[in-house]
């Protein structure tokens, strides 16, 4: 089993439910998790998730991996069909899952 299969399963979601009150709430519990299942930094953009190649280094696999991770955990948590399509359609060419 992979890193993200193991984070994946370990996680515990956090449903925001798309009420705007509960928004503040949600994302400073969704941010707690993401720091301790540690893909923080792929969710505040202060590591750059790298394109993909044929020749990647380890590291560059795990950060993808965390990636991977972190739009999985978002797309869980989202309860709200406007929520869960804006998470769903947050994708690039060099990122389309």
Known sequence: MNN???????????????????????????????KVKKFVNIIDESVMVPSLSENMQE????????????????????????CFNLVDTAKTESLPD
């Open 4 to 34: 993200a299969h193991k984070f994946i399963r370990e996680v515990r979601i956090v449903v925001f439910n798309g009420s705007k009150d509960e928004w503040p709430r949600w994302l400073k519990k969704f941010l707690a998790v993401a």
């Open 59 to 82: 590291e560059e696999i795990a950060i993808r991996e965390m990636n991977q991770v972190a739009y999985c955990c978002l797309l869980h948590c989202m309860n709200d069909d406007i």
